[in-house]
């Protein structure tokens, strides 16, 4: 048996599971729950060393997350993404133009008791700047090395370890997706071919990361910590396969005169970056403050590749933004950005305009 045919199987085969242990109280549970993210975004590129660069671009975007909850131990989760899918063309504005819907999740969770399994189509865990540093370009570089649209296994257990808080340790196989959920509709992505190579497109699950993740420690309130190690084999037409390492600090604290501050950081290091033999390092930091509906972002993003083939660049994305909250839960947010990509300087303003709804089913 393939281990994509094995995949599958025990993706169909876990629907049947039902584990003497669990609590089948589904009543404790709705039905359905899920979350609605939207947002209007205009970003604007008024000064850059590469003039067809200098372009607007303005889009909507939409994230939908569902939640089927069979019972307290079994769960069927789905996400769609709604965006732009294709990159704007030189020196071209761009008016909500390019937009594709994808299905970014489709998987089966199974938990108990702190253990949490998924099969399907998953986000694994590595690195947490992509997703936490504040701003609304502050996760752009890390962006790089988010582990997205997987399809695989994942698991985590987590655990009240005392003085050190909860510890969570995760672990997932893995491979890109190529199936025909790669694709999108309206504007089409195309598909994903494990003939197109990259790192972790093998159409193999012989991807994998392991993470340990520690909060609620009661000696320092609000601050987590991870460590993630990730392995991304070869994929058709690389020359490497890549070792990353991510380490990271979040915390949150609410001040006595209502102000709430927050600052992450993360060092994170791969050897094979691009499945090239390059060697790339980020280190990230961000910084947030917020007073009743007002809050403010910086955030900073330095990426330095050296080039198996010679040569090395040192890259840079720096932010600020701020917005305000309305009662009726909409979000206002102004920003700016400097990039230096490959030794080409950038300079964007932008907007985001973002408004997020929750719901749920009960169960009659």
Do not use: C
């Not at 067809?52 to 089927?68: P, R, S």
């Not at 008016?95 to 253990?115: C, M, P, R, S």
């Not at 193999?204 to 609000?222: C, H, M």
């Not at 690389?238 to 609410?254: C, H, K, P, Q, Y």
């Amino acid at each position: 048996m393939s281990p994509r045919t094995a995949a599958i199987a025990l993706l169909f085969a876990s629907m049947a599971i039902s584990p003497v242990y669990a609590d089948d109280d589904s009543s404790a549970r709705p039905l359905i729950e899920g979350e609605l993210d939207t947002g209007l975004s205009t970003d604007r590129i008024f000064r850059s060393d590469d003039p067809t660069a200098e372009i607007t671009d303005l889009y909507a975007e939409a994230a939908l997350a569902v939640k089927l909850n069979a019972a307290n131990w079994l769960a069927f989760n789905l996400g769609l993404t709604f965006e732009p899918v294709l990159d704007p063309q030189a020196s071209t504005d761009r008016y909500f133009g390019d937009h594709g819907l994808y299905v970014d999740t489709l998987n089966i969770q199974i938990e108990n008791a702190g253990f949490i399994a998924v099969a399907g189509k998953f986000g694994p865990g590595f690195g947490t700047a992509w997703d936490v540093t504040p701003g609304i370009y502050g996760t752009g570089f890390a962006e790089d090395y988010e582990l997205s649209e997987m399809v695989g296994f994942g698991t985590a257990y987590a655990f009240d370890a005392g003085a050190p808080g909860v510890i969570t340790i995760g672990g997932n196989v893995f491979f890109m997706d190529d199936t025909f959920l790669s694709g999108s509709a309206f504007t089409k992505r195309g598909r994903n071919l494990a003939s197109a190579g990259g790192p972790g497109n093998t159409g193999r699950l012989n991807n994998f990361s392991l993470t340990v993740d520690g909060s609620d420690i009661p000696a320092v309130e609000g601050l987590n910590w991870h460590l993630g190690y990730v392995h991304l084999g070869a994929g058709a037409g690389d020359i490497s396969a890549v070792n990353g390492f991510a380490a990271g600090l979040v915390r949150e604290t609410e001040l006595g005169n209502g102000v709430a501050i927050g600052w992450n950081t993360e060092i994170a290091y791969f050897d094979g970056a691009n499945g090239s033999k390059d060697k790339a390092l980020y280190l990230t930091g961000g910084l947030s403050v917020a007073k009743g509906p007002w809050h403010g972002e910086a955030s900073a993003t330095l990426r330095r590749t050296n080039y198996f083939a010679g040569g090395r660049d040192n890259d840079l994305l720096a932010q600020v933004s701020g917005g305000y909250e309305f009662e009726n839960g909409v979000d206002l947010s102004l920003g700016y950005a400097f990039a230096r990509q490959a030794g080409v300087r950038s300079h964007t303003v932008g907007f985001r305009l973002t408004k997020a709804f929750e719901f749920s089913i009960p169960r009659n």
